[in-house]
T-cell receptor, first 114, second 112 residues
Framework: EPEVTQTPSHQVTQMGQEVILRCVPISNHLYFYWYRQILGQKVEFLVSFYNNEISEKSEIFDDQFSVERPDGSNFTLKIRSTKLEDSAMYFC????????????FGDGTRLSIL | GNSVTQMEGPVTLSEEAFLTINCTYTATGYPSLFWYVQYPGEGLQLLLKATKADDKGSNKGFEATYRKETTSFHLEKGSVQVSDSAVYFCGMSHSGYSTLTFGKGTMLLVSP
């Protein structure tokens, strides 16, 4: 069964550094998402992406964050200047065009900011 | 605003016990409702879904019924197994792009 893959599984970065989290969505999917889960808290929506542009974003997704689909397969989340509070699990998800279909999630990237 | 509330964990049960994890939602309109499961070290996997009132989602012995009158989507299983130990997330989608809003998650621990 096709799946969403995320790399790396664990990223350790110094505060203030830039970090890029990578995702390869399922190949025929058209909608892409990033979520994050701070340890012990709920999974929170960050941003959705469709047709090469952001379609929706939460208040968490400020100017420090950006997303990109640089080629036909990758979907990346960039954090420009990381803060301690950015430490979390970051999940990528994708879905096909049917709005009642579920999102498929990757295994996540654990981001640790030192 | 839109939100999902689910019962606090951990829920600790013996094998073959009956499971209920409560979930209620607040939303405008009629969202689709989901249960996702997260096994240790893994991502979120869809467990079941319901897209309209009175629908029942079911999978792997788990069930949940979309109750519009009580705005609930409680997860149930008649006989849990040790392998069901995981964190369970109730979620809903409420926009044309189906952005998911999740509850805080409920950890289930099943002992032999």
């Amino acid at each position: 069964e096709p799946e969403v893959t995320q790399t790396p599984s664990h990223q350790v970065t110094q505060m203030g550094q830039e970090v890029i989290l990578r995702c390869v969505p399922i190949s025929n999917h058209l909608y892409f998402y990033w979520y994050r889960q701070i340890l012990g808290q709920k999974v929170e929506f960050l941003v959705s992406f469709y047709n090469n542009e952001i379609s929706e974003k939460s208040e968490i997704f400020d100017d420090q964050f950006s997303v990109e689909r640089p080629d036909g397969s990758n979907f990346t989340l960039k954090i420009r200047s990381t803060k301690l509070e950015d430490s979390a699990m970051y999940f990528c998800a994708s879905k096909n065009s049917n709005s009642n279909q579920p999102q498929h999630f990757g295994d996540g990237t654990r981001l640790s900011i030192l | 605003g839109n939100s999902v509330t689910q019962m606090e964990g951990p829920v600790t049960l013996s094998e073959e016990a009956f499971l209920t994890i409560n979930c209620t939602y607040t939303a405008t309109g009629y969202p689709s409702l989901f249960w996702y499961v997260q096994y240790p070290g893994e991502g979120l996997q869809l467990l079941l879904k319901a897209t309209k009132a009175d629908d029942k989602g079911s999978n792997k012995g788990f069930e949940a019924t979309y109750r519009k009158e009580t705005t609930s989507f409680h997860l149930e299983k008649g006989s849990v197994q040790v392998s069901d130990s995981a964190v369970y997330f109730c979620g809903m989608s409420h926009s044309g792009y189906s952005t998911l809003t999740f509850g805080k998650g409920t950890m289930l621990l099943v002992s032999p």
